[in-house]
């Protein structure tokens, strides 16, 4: 079965993946964007949690998750947002329809290894503040782009409870900004162009134990850690004069050099810790707690006096249901639901106001008939931001949308 989507949804895929815009935060204009990636649908519909041992689908948090694969994963998703952002004199709605992941895993026995593609950050925002009497210069900014990652991972079952993994990742991407000053009515203005290309490498380590408690219910563990790594950034930077129009095109009318400069960012360590009980086949509930450093991911171009940065700390809860795993059940009672709770701490500081996130998400695991795979249906909605502080409040509503296709690979055909 996954063998006749697989070779078509790769070449589809990766191409639309990697040249989308994936937020439209004014908060993605820091660092090198909006943090995108959470996980599989399954784990986002359940508040991130990721430490339960699954034989079918692939673990993006915890390598070693690798290592209790039974069969062969093709996975993608999708989502679609509806963002309502405002603060204390306006407000507007954004959307956004995005690719997510697409990957594949395979099971070798005790070990297991996987491939893919998923995004890491995104830029995209539009801002501007227009004086009509041209008593001051009017301002406008707009970004686009982002940071991705192509992945190799591997996991080892060394015991019947206990797994271990790595993966490493190739992050690459790129990250347009324009800072445009302006007299209203007057159609030429001045421009600051930066492009920068991101390139790096990073390696996450994980480990997952569980433990029998009592009957059918078992202790699941997990903990992955991930050490700080070089992202390098070449940064090119354009000043122009330039014809404007209402749509944020630009035509350059004249423009010095373009200036080049390398810089060494830094992705910051993190730790994630994750606990959770219950019997794997019908029911588990749990909880996970990520910290992360303070990286160094600003820029030239993006340097604030009323901007800091704090440790980023995420905690997800979360857990799901599933009435029955008997193959010949009522397909309502084959279902699995999903929910959870997530706060996180993103690390930015803007007016001396923490930008905090906090949601909740449901999610259905909806059985294909006659196979292990699934379609899996998430919601996210939440509340990021504040209004005080001259600051922009984000209230959003995210539908997620995945498949996990399973199938039997090298198996040797038998003859009589």
Request: hydrophobic residues 35%; contains cysteine.
């Amino acid at each position: 079965m996954i063998k006749k989507f697989l070779i078509s949804s790769c070449l589809l895929l990766s191409l639309v993946m990697f040249s989308q815009e994936g937020t439209s935060s004014p908060y993605s204009f820091y660092g090198i964007g909006e943090a995108r990636f959470n996980g599989n649908v399954e784990s986002r519909s359940m508040g991130g949690i990721a430490m339960i041992p699954d034989s079918t689908r692939i673990n993006f948090q915890n390598p070693a998750g690798y290592g209790n694969l039974k069969w062969t994963n093709f996975t993608v998703a999708g989502s679609t947002s509806s963002t309502k952002q405002k603060s204390g004199t306006s407000s507007g709605t954004a959307k956004r329809t995005t690719l997510d992941y697409l990957a594949l895993a395979v099971p070798l026995g005790k070990f297991g290894a996987g491939f893919g593609l998923i995004p890491y950050s995104s830029v995209g925002y539009k801002i501007e503040n227009i004086y009509e009497d041209g008593s001051q210069n009017s301002k406008r900014f707009n970004g686009w782009g982002g940071m991705n990652r192509v992945f190799l991972g591997a996991g080892y079952r060394i015991l019947p409870n206990l797994s271990i993994g790595a993966t490493g990742y190739y992050n690459f991407g790129k990250i347009h900004t324009n800072s445009v000053e302006f007299i209203p009515y007057v159609p030429i203005g001045s421009r600051e162009l930066n492009v920068t290309d991101l390139t790096g490498l990073n390696l996450n380590f994980g480990l997952m134990y569980q433990y029998k408690l009592k009957d059918k219910i078992m202790l699941f563990s997990s903990l992955t850690y991930t050490p700080k790594s070089i992202l390098v950034s070449n940064n090119d930077r354009t000043i122009s004069t330039v014809t404007i129009n209402s749509d944020f095109d630009y035509s350059d009318v004249d423009s010095y050099d373009t200036v080049t400069t390398k810089t060494d960012l830094q992705l910051p360590q993190k730790w994630a810790l994750g606990l959770g009980f219950g019997d794997a086949k019908k029911w588990v509930f749990g909880a996970e707690i990520a910290l992360q450093d303070i990286g160094k991911l600003y820029n030239t171009y993006n340097t604030s006096d009323n901007v800091t940065y704090s440790k980023y700390q995420r905690y997800g809860f979360g857990g799901y249901f599933t009435p029955s795993t008997k193959p010949f059940a009522s397909y309502f009672k084959r279902i699995t639901y999903r929910g959870g709770f997530v706060y996180e701490k993103t690390g930015l500081i803007v007016n001396s106001t923490p930008i905090n996130d906090v949601g909740m998400t449901l999610g259905l695991g909806l059985p294909i008939t006659g196979s292990l795979s699934n379609f899996n249906v998430g919601l996210e909605f939440g509340k990021k931001g504040t209004t005080t502080n001259n600051l922009v409040q984000e209230n959003y509503f995210i539908l997620n949308l995945g498949f996990s296709l399973n199938d039997k690979w090298f198996v040797k055909n038998k003859y009589r």
